[in-house]
């Protein structure tokens, strides 16, 4: 029904950026909310950034002044972009959506499949 396509991760040294894509597609009448968890191993899944659908955003205290979450509505594509990047922001990130389906009734989860960010020098 929805896919969640992420692009955009890779190897960076400490300090540099990274912008992170993530498309959904499919049968979609409306995405109430978009963002962005990360899971390094032997660790939880973290939720980094989220965004709404009227440009809310909220991040986790980690990445505050670092990372923007934005989101292109008519393209239902959200972006991370990455500064400062440091060692413990290694991690899979992984694409979230609260989506509306067609035809429009309740709204439902989907999740990307992951891209890995690796920060190392």
């Known amino acids: 029904q929805v896919q969640l396509v992420e692009s955009g991760g890779g190897l960076v040294q400490p300090g540099g950026s990274l912008r992170l894509s993530c498309a959904a597609s499919?049968?979609?009448?409306?995405?109430?909310?978009m963002g962005w968890y990360r899971q390094a191993p032997g660790k939880h899944r973290e939720l980094v950034a989220t965004t709404t659908s009227g440009g809310s955003t909220d991040y986790v205290d980690s990445v505050k002044g670092r990372f923007t979450i934005s989101r292109d509505n008519a393209k239902n594509t959200v972006y991370l972009q990455m500064n400062s990047l440091k060692p413990e922001d290694t991690a899979v990130y992984i694409c979230?959506?609260?989506?509306?389906?067609?035809?429009?009734?309740?709204?439902?989860?989907?999740w990307g499949q992951g891209t890995q960010v690796t920060v190392s020098s």
């Open positions: 979230h959506a609260i989506v509306v389906v067609n035809p429009p009734s309740y709204e439902y989860d989907y």
């Open positions: 499919g049968s979609i009448f409306s995405i109430n909310a």
